[in-house]
């Protein structure tokens, strides 16, 4: 794992103290030492200032009983994963007063000088609060923006058919020879629009999620078998490299199945014709599961990738790019990620994680 330069000076000014001789002077950042259990053993006078709690207050007390719940769930699968020695983390901490403030802490173990064993840990930590709100404040923004593209998109998708829904009631006032004709465009249109009405009230108001524990194979398995025929149409080859090792997941199945089919569906309107698709689920360490679908299609370019998942946007010729946005939030959902890389004329590759269940 990595960290930053100033990670590395603000670390080194705690772990080149000895773990009994910590220096506690009065900047803004907070430095503590704590047992490997994580119990205070020490800690700089500022922390006053900055938590509202005495040093005498916080020793034998332990640091995970200060943490906001939710961020020490986070916390516990990231110290976890942790395979350094020294890390940083971001969590919300209380304040005497009850409030919850941003620390951005930087850990150091330190090891038994002759057993090499880790014994206890020293850690620096300061105040990012301002940060957080700014990044919120971003964000809030970001959010706006993108509900005036929905806005402005919807307004555009449904419009054309129901213009062209007008137009054609106009026609069935002049002309009932082709009223059947008519009809059967008209349908079309309004399932369009029913389409993209489906879509949004994904995004806007998501359903009851019914979460279960799911073998990940056997949900693939049974996608790709929905779309086995499709393929064969347009000549194209699904191959599948599933780990033999059953990984089994917490997830709504129903919703998980959608995004795999929407992600294939898409990988096989990319190919002309004569392609292959591989798709591959693995194990990509002890807490998470990768499905990665690669296809040898058109590609897109680099500049339109960051694109991928905004409302409207698309790259094919049909559809209003409401789909991987879909994915985008069911994923989200399920605490998983999307990630994308492509190459025109070489094809592209859609990567999911998803929280591996250990039984």
Request: glycine share 4%; hydrophobic share 35%; proline share 3%.
């Amino acid at each position: 794992m990595s960290f930053t330069t100033d990670d590395q000076e603000r670390t080194k000014s705690v772990s080149e103290n000895t773990p009994h001789d910590l220096v506690l002077d009065q900047n803004i950042d907070v430095k503590c030492r704590f047992s490997l259990e994580g119990t205070y053993l020490q800690v700089s006078p500022n922390c006053e200032y900055l938590l509202g709690y005495t040093e005498q207050e916080l020793i034998d007390q332990n640091y995970q009983d200060f943490i906001h719940p939710v961020d020490l769930k986070k916390l516990h699968m990231q110290l976890e994963k942790m395979n350094d020695s020294i890390e940083t983390f971001n969590f919300r901490i209380q304040h005497k007063d009850g409030h919850y403030i941003w620390m951005e802490t930087t850990v150091a173990f330190i090891p038994h000088p002759e057993t090499k064993q880790y014994v206890e840990a020293v850690a620096v930590a300061r105040d990012i609060s301002h940060r957080k709100k700014t990044e919120q404040h971003m964000m809030e923004s970001e959010k706006l923006s993108v509900t005036g593209q929905l806005a402005a998109g919807i307004a555009h998708e449904i419009r054309n058919p129901l213009t062209s829904l007008k137009g054609f009631l106009q026609l069935l006032k002049m002309d009932n020879d082709h009223r059947d004709d008519f009809f059967k465009i008209m349908e079309s249109e309004l399932t369009k629009i029913e389409t993209i009405s489906n879509e949004l009230m994904v995004l806007a108001k998501p359903k009851q999620t019914d979460f279960k524990f799911h073998r990940l194979q056997s949900l693939l398995e049974h996608v790709i078998m929905l779309l086995d025929s499709e393929a064969f149409r347009h000549s194209i080859k699904i191959e599948q490299e599933l780990t033999e090792e059953s990984l089994y997941v917490y997830c709504d199945d129903t919703k998980c199945k959608q995004v795999f089919l929407n992600i294939l569906k898409n990988a096989i309107e990319a190919i002309e014709q004569d392609g292959k698709i591989n798709v591959k689920v693995f194990k990509e360490d002890e807490h998470t599961a990768v499905i990665e679908v690669k296809d040898n299609g058109c590609g897109i370019p680099k500049h339109l990738l960051k694109k991928l998942g905004s409302p409207f946007f698309t790259t094919k010729k049909t559809g209003n790019g409401l789909g991987l946005m879909v994915c985008y939030k069911i994923i989200e959902q399920q605490n998983g990620s999307i990630s994308i890389e492509s190459e025109p004329n070489e094809g592209s590759t859609f990567t999911i994680r998803l929280p591996l269940y250990m039984a």
